[in-house]
């Protein structure tokens, strides 16, 4: 069933039949014949095929995620025994947010390659819906998002506490021009805060950047809702000041994975090493 749930994935992926079997490397009679044979098992109709090329159905809906997450699971399986039988040194895969990526991370991610020279290592910039969506396809093993952003759902996966990010208000030293708000796209969790604790926010600019945020708001072209460990130089060198009137949040990190059991040497290692300023 593997392979029969692969090329259901890659269907989807692709959009048509033809891009899946290019995809898949086998002829396209040879893909519908696996997806008539996953119908046949799972007793459903998984796929629309049309003119405009293939989408999932109801039934086929319900089946993606457990899909992704059973090819998840068999990869992670692939890579616990590589390494047991020495194949391979180790591999990780993390996902996680600007502010993690570039303020709380490095010093423990540098730490991690001394410690384990010979590991692999892919850290992905990206913002929580995101990083949800590489965890669930098995694209990356650990991720850290905002507890805000976790789904209201029963899920696979485990969401240990992190870090406690403090956020501020910020404006240039001589205010701002406009009565605007500078943020990051909607989907990114501190958009979403941006709009729960300042309802009233009109976003004049949706940047992917904390610098190009910084950069504007230094310049005057409006406020923005920031964390706190990503100002600590501009605030000490008065290139940017707390907004008055508008206090302060915290808003709760959390690591991210498909459970402690199931996580490969490597992946296991660095999840401990994330965890240990929390236990100090």
């Known amino acids: 069933m593997h392979d029969r749930l692969r090329h259901f994935l890659l269907v989807i992926e692709a959009g048509t039949f033809t891009a899946a079997a290019r995809r898949a490397h086998i002829t396209q009679p040879a893909l519908s014949s696996s997806i008539q044979v996953l119908e046949a098992e799972v007793g459903a109709r998984l796929l629309h095929r049309g003119r405009q090329g293939a989408s999932p159905t109801d039934a086929g809906l319900a089946l993606l995620p457990h899909a992704r997450r059973a090819l998840a699971a068999v990869a992670d399986g692939r890579r616990a025994v590589e390494q047991v039988v020495g194949l391979h040194v180790g591999e990780v895969r993390l996902g996680a947010g600007p502010t993690a990526c570039t303020y709380l991370l490095p010093p ?76 990051f796209p909607v989907g990114s969790s501190l958009r979403a805060l941006l709009h729960e604790h300042v309802p009233e926010a009109r976003v004049v600019m949706e940047l992917q950047s904390i610098a190009a945020v910084k950069g504007n708001v230094r310049a005057g072209v409006g406020r923005a809702l920031v964390p706190r460990a990503a100002m600590l130089r501009d605030l000490a060198d008065g290139h940017l000041v707390v907004a008055p009137g508008y206090g302060s949040l915290v808003r709760s990190l959390v690591l991210l994975h498909r459970g402690v059991d199931g996580l490969p040497r490597a992946t296991a290692a660095l999840r401990e090493a994330l965890l240990a300023p929390a236990k100090g």
């Open 108 to 183: 423990t991610l540098a730490a991690f390659r001394r410690d384990h020279p010979a590991v692999r290592f892919f850290l992905k910039e990206a913002h929580s819906p995101v990083v949800w969506e590489g965890l669930e396809s098995g694209e990356l093993d650990l991720g850290i998002a905002s507890s805000a952003s976790v789904p209201d759902r029963p899920g696979w996966w485990t969401a240990e506490p992190w870090r406690d990010d403090e956020l501020l208000v910020v404006e240039g030293p001589n205010g701002t021009d406009v009565d605007g708000w500078i943020s």
